[in-house]
């Protein structure tokens, strides 16, 4: 059996990558991988903004019947501007890099839809606390990111503020979820029972 040379395998290998049909075919593999990118890049974003929306938000009962029916009675939900916050307003960050870290983040959600966890309104409230302790500290550990949306403060005028607005706002270390809690929903009991003393 005769085994090939050294030079003469390198010559052959560079040979396939130079020659006229394998020009051909690395070009068609290097459009037909732009292609496959763009399409899966496109389908990745797409799929994002659906799960983006307020009505896949409230696809799931223990959101539709928990949740946003506690929003619907807020001032986040109608008010004298007509300005209305969906689920992702303040649930979900604008920003690209955070929003599919929130988006890897609800596939815990997701799973705890499947198991039940809080599938009825009497399971919903044994969990409230935990869950609101959960989101409130993402928003503290954020700056409140997602209140700041909407809520600018270059954007507040100081004088249209109480005078407790004015100095809690400039207290360092405080942030939005500090103070309003329970603005867009149902406090759980033990945190209405700290508000009540």
């Not at 003469?8 to 051909?24: E, K, M, P």
């Not at 075919?25 to 659906?50: D, R």
């Not at 307003?89 to 929130?102: A, G, I, N």
Request: aromatic letters at 8%; charged letters at 25%; one cysteine or more.
């Amino acid at each position: 059996m005769v085994v090939p040379s050294r030079r003469g395998l390198i010559a052959r290998t560079w040979s396939v990558f130079t020659g006229a049909t394998a020009r051909f075919s690395i070009a068609t593999l290097l459009i037909a991988g732009g292609i496959l990118g763009i399409a899966f890049w496109g389908s990745f974003n797409w799929v994002m903004e659906v799960a983006n929306t307020e009505q896949f938000c409230i696809s799931c009962h223990e959101m539709r019947d928990n949740v946003y029916k506690e929003l619907q009675s807020t001032v986040h939900f109608s008010n004298r501007s007509g300005v209305r916050a969906r689920c992702p307003d303040c649930h979900v960050p604008h920003d690209w890099f955070f929003k599919v870290r929130r988006k890897i983040q609800a596939s815990n959600e997701v799973l705890h839809h499947i198991l039940g966890t809080v599938n009825t309104p009497a399971k919903f409230e044994t969990h409230r606390a935990e869950l609101a302790e959960r989101v409130w500290a993402g928003m503290k550990a954020t700056d409140s990111r997602e209140c700041r949306n909407c809520h600018s403060t270059e954007a507040m005028n100081p004088q249209k503020q109480s005078e407790a607005s004015q100095v809690m706002r400039d207290m360092a270390g405080l942030t939005c979820i500090d103070c309003h809690r329970g603005i867009a929903h149902k406090l759980p009991k033990e945190e209405e029972e700290k508000k009540a003393e």
